[in-house]
């Protein structure tokens, strides 16, 4: 595979590395940030204790990956919350789906664009959304996907907030998550503006050598 080098805004401003990975045959190599403590502002802390977890490729994600090359994507539109350096948006492109990829950190976008064109992938839009404050012009989606965005209290009702604000009438939401202690409260958050979800698989997962089982959540309008 024949890869784009990296822009230079992204080598300019970050010390950048890569991650390989090979999913159901697929070969990635993905920029990323090479320290992501490196990326923490206290000034973004303070604002919303944002904290820059976009900036690694997380099992979730390979999770999500993996599960959406098995779509057929073609005329249908993916949108993805939380999108980070982009393997999941990538993987969505591959599968045929016109993507939209979302982040609330203009950088997380910056890396997915980057990856897209490493990847010489042409169907991968990218927009910045803070999900608390969603853009009305928005649109609703085939698809929504987002893998671990349920770490903190307030997420699960943030998330199932937009996927009934973007999934299409018969639109299907899909959803990893590796066991996060909040997550517990997405189901019932998703009841409440009658949508149903439900853990259809648990994926055996390893992050740094650690085991981990991955739910794969489905969200559908009730």
Not at 73 to 92: D, F, P, T, W
Not at 111 to 132: G, I, M, P, Q
Not at 172 to 188: E, I, N, Q, W
């Amino acid at each position: 595979m024949s890869l784009v080098p990296p822009p230079p805004t992204l080598s300019r401003r970050f010390e950048l590395t890569n991650t390989e990975l090979t999913i159901t045959g697929r070969t990635y190599d993905l920029l990323r940030p090479k320290n992501i403590d490196d990326l923490i502002s206290q000034e973004d802390f303070d604002l919303d204790e944002r904290i820059p977890y976009w900036a690694d490729c997380w099992p979730s994600s390979r999770v999500l990956a993996e599960r959406l090359l098995r779509e057929q994507g073609q005329n249908r539109r993916l949108l993805e919350l939380g999108c980070g350096i982009g393997l999941v948006s990538l993987a969505a492109a591959q599968a045929g789906f016109d993507v939209l990829a979302t982040d609330y950190y203009a950088a997380a976008l910056e890396f997915t664009s980057a990856n897209a064109a490493r990847h010489a992938l042409d169907r991968v839009d990218t927009r910045l959304v803070d999900w608390r404050k969603l853009p009305g012009d928005l649109g609703r989606f085939d698809i929504v996907a987002a893998s671990d965005v349920l770490y903190e209290r307030q997420q699960p009702a943030l998330v199932a907030a937009v996927l009934a604000r973007t999934l299409s009438a018969n639109g299907l939401g899909l959803l990893t998550d590796p066991g996060r202690r909040t997550a517990g409260s997405f189901v019932d958050e998703c009841a409440k503006l009658e949508l149903k979800a439900e853990r259809v698989a648990m994926v055996p997962a390893e992050d740094a050598r650690a085991q981990l089982t991955v739910s794969i959540f489905e969200v559908r309008h009730g």
